[in-house]
């Protein structure tokens, strides 16, 4: 019946490059490496690549790991340290994600907004548009160009009063294709 090497020798048959070191060394401890990092990250999955990812540097670093008076301690240190990597990448990942998700928003936002204003004056400058002349030309000249009644009349060549009439007039037509604009999106809408 043939002996089990012990750790510390598994170790340093690992150090010079044996397979066979290696294997032994794998099979002894994955499955108590594993258990302690499925405790701390709660991801079988996480747990497997962090092991995968300390056997994997043990295997290509051999030749420069360090003589040491306990494997299992040092193997579940280097995995520890590998662990609070995984937890502080992900960490940091979810705040990346996070403050794109922030910036994506807010810019979706005021891209929407952008759009809604294009839209909006687009519809006022239609409904402007639809007044007969003389009313939409007394409208812009006092809502647009700001001025006032009495300026507008002596341009027109028209009373005061009827250039506040066609003002007037022009505000409740407009307001009411608004009104009707707006009833109809809340009964799309719904």
């Not at 302690?36 to 996480?46: I, P, Q």
């Not at 790991?65 to 990597?85: D, G, Q, W």
């Not at 007969?132 to 009063?161: C, D, N, W």
């Amino acid at each position: 019946m043939r002996q089990q090497p012990q750790p510390d020798t598994i170790w340093e048959m690992v150090r010079q490059g044996h397979n066979t070191a290696f294997r032994a060394l794998f099979d002894t401890y994955w499955e108590e490496l594993y258990h302690y990092a499925v405790r701390v990250l709660k991801d079988g999955s996480a747990a497997q690549d962090a092991i995968q990812g300390l056997f994997v540097h043990l295997w290509e670093s051999h030749s420069e790991l360090p003589a040491v008076t306990s494997v299992p301690a040092y193997l579940r240190t280097a995995l520890r340290n590998r662990l609070l990597n995984v937890i502080r990448d992900e960490q940091l990942y979810q705040q990346h994600v996070g403050n794109f998700g922030a910036a994506t928003a807010s810019a979706d936002d005021s891209l929407l907004d952008a759009i809604h204003l294009r839209e909006t004056e687009t519809a006022l400058l239609q409904s402007i548009d639809r007044l007969p002349a003389r009313m939409k030309t007394a409208f812009y000249m006092h809502r647009i160009q700001h001025l006032t009644v009495a300026e507008i009349a002596e341009q027109l060549g028209s009373s005061e009063q009827t250039i506040r009439n066609q003002i007037n007039t022009a505000l409740r037509r407009i307001r009411l294709q608004w009104h009707a604009v707006s009833i109809l999106l809340c009964f799309i809408l719904r």
